[in-house]
């Protein structure tokens, strides 16, 4: 069973830290015998070249650069990535897992330890002439003065740094020995390290927090993958790779926060996080956990896309109704048809009237009202907290947010009349359409009249209404003249485009255009909100769960 810190003071380490320093050279040698281990829960490397310049440039003046954490103990064998170096290590059972230093340890190995002088991206030179750290020149520039740019990937080792002298330097005494000086000042720098050697999780976990409590904390679920995933010889055996498992199944990219939660919850743990990573009791429960949670996902997602008529995470209206799902699922893993169309309207219900919003209150009472041993009773529950039909649904007089709950809602129901490229035709996969889009941050829905082109008056409520929006792949302008160019009418139908819109929309008038596409698409707004929700139908079970047979009479 899970359990959760409490509040009382941390215990105090058996066996004091070990203080020492690592020379670069030997530190970038451990790296590079693959000793030194990233773990999964560490976050994607946020630094850039200026940084890992700026930190070269501290080793190379003397400056101090900060003091690295490790934890010392086993690691199974694995490769390891540091940006275009691959590191292969095995076993051991004296890894150092890097606790805090993540980003000076991957920054040193990209720039010191790459094969060529510019197959990184942090690749960097120094200029001998100007005795600064500087991005890979030109080539032009370069064949001019070959002598002046010193690759920064040839400093680790002396041998290498004299053959490059040999090759390049054979006549500036001045510049041989500027290189040389910029070698010994890199390879020779102290760098302090603390190696943590502890089994204690309470420990673990309080090292974890502190040694993060400046800039962005670890969330829990960084804390937890830490403790329990990252020797784990089971896959999956973090958030993260729960998350790129998922993703076969066409859903986008669901959060490694909505996943750590329902895991707490199918662990027997509150929902709520309040800060503090779950605790089980060994890795093999960890590994239960993590592999419930991956099939748990998978069967709520299915569920979502195939009954919900949700084609991708970023869709979905409130994120709360994938963990109470997935505690439904976890409870009852085929449930009958019937059940399975009174959840798709509990999911409805509850995006329309406000209440899968997921403050932690109502989605305690969610999670209570699902009942082990008792699929009916539990579906009954969850509907008696969703029934209220809310006294307005989305509307298209209403601005068009689509991180919003009511956007997401008008975007499925347009969803619905299987909306075409304009340009090719061809039918627009939701989920493949927002993949292509959302990973770089674009507006997938993007406004066909520009606000400078209609006068204020009447009809520009509609401005920033779902009427002006149109679901295409992202245009720098121009949307308004490419649907101008379309003449088959199925692809303007399927974007909720009327004949006489069109006719407004070529005789420049832009607000009408938006009042006529608003007229047509508010009452299928309406008719799709209502198919789905079904308020005015019986919810009763199904017929065989209200028999009685003659043992139970």
Not at 135 to 150: G, I, N, Q, T
Not at 308 to 333: D, E, M, S, W
Not at 334 to 339: D, N, T
Request: glycine fraction near 8%.
């Amino acid at each position: 069973m899970a359990t959760s810190s409490d509040n009382q003071s941390p215990e105090s380490l058996a066996r004091r830290p070990e203080a020492r320093t690592f020379k670069i050279e030997d530190l970038l040698a451990e790296v590079r015998l693959g000793r030194v281990r990233i773990p999964s829960f560490q976050r994607g490397l946020k630094w850039e070249r200026e940084d890992a310049r700026k930190l070269i440039d501290s080793l190379y003046r003397g400056y101090p650069v900060g003091t690295l954490l490790f934890w010392e103990t086993t690691a199974e064998p694995g490769e390891m990535r540091f940006g275009s170096l691959n590191v292969s290590g095995g076993g051991r059972s004296d890894a150092l897992w890097v606790v805090d230093g993540q980003q000076r340890i991957v920054s040193l190995a990209r720039v010191l330890l790459a094969s060529e002088p510019e197959v990184d991206e942090f690749a960097l030179y120094f200029d001998l002439e100007e005795r600064k750290f500087a991005a890979p020149p030109l080539p032009s520039k370069r064949d001019e003065d070959p002598s002046r740019w010193l690759p920064m990937n040839v400093v680790l080792d002396s041998e290498r740094l004299f053959q490059w002298l040999l090759e390049q330097v054979p006549d500036s005494k001045e510049r041989r020995d500027r290189a040389i000086l910029l070698g010994k000042r890199i390879r020779e720098y102290d760098i302090p390290a603390y190696l943590l050697r502890t089994s204690n999780e309470d420990i673990l976990r309080e090292v974890f927090e502190r040694s993060n409590s400046s800039g962005k904390k670890l969330e829990a679920s960084e804390i937890f993958d830490a403790l329990h995933g990252a020797r784990s010889q089971t896959r999956p055996a973090t958030i993260p790779q729960i998350v790129s498992e998922l993703e076969k199944y066409g859903f986008g990219h669901v959060d490694e926060k909505i996943l750590y939660r329902l895991l707490r919850v199918l662990q027997g743990a509150d929902v709520s996080e309040w800060g503090q990573s779950l605790r089980l009791a060994d890795v093999k429960l960890a590994e239960t956990a993590y592999r419930e949670t991956a099939q748990t996902a998978a069967f709520t997602i299915q569920f979502l896309k195939r009954d919900g008529g949700i084609p991708h995470y970023a869709l979905l209206p409130y994120k709360q109704p994938l963990v109470i799902l997935g505690k439904f699922f976890h409870q009852h893993p085929s449930p009958q048809p019937r059940s399975r169309d009174l959840l798709t309207r509990w999911l409805w219900r509850g995006a329309l009237n406000g209440t899968h919003q997921g403050d932690n209150v109502s989605t305690r009472a969610a999670l209570k009202c699902i009942m082990p041993g008792n699929e009916q009773e539990s579906v009954q529950r969850m509907l008696g907290m969703v029934k209220p039909k809310p006294a307005a649904l989305p509307d298209l007089s209403h601005p068009f947010k689509f991180r919003f709950a009511a956007g997401k809602l008008q975007i499925l129901a347009l969803m619905e009349l299987g909306p075409r490229d304009i340009e090719t035709g061809a039918l627009l996969r939701m989920g493949e359409f927002l993949d292509s889009v959302l990973p770089d941050r674009k507006l997938p829905f993007h406004p066909v009249i520009a606000s400078s082109s209609i006068s204020h008056g009447g009809h520009n409520g509609y401005m920033l209404s779902v009427a002006n929006r149109l679901a295409h792949p992202s245009r720098a302008g121009g949307l308004r003249r490419l649907l101008l160019g379309v003449t088959d009418k199925a692809i303007l139908a399927s974007h909720g485009i009327t004949d006489e819109a069109m006719q407004a929309l070529r005789k420049g008038d832009a607000g009408g255009f938006l009042t006529l596409r608003a007229e047509y698409l508010r009452p299928h707004f309406k008719s799709f909100f209502e198919r789905h929700a079904r308020w005015d139908e019986s919810d009763r079970p199904s017929l065989t769960s209200m028999l009685v047979t003659e043992e139970e009479d």
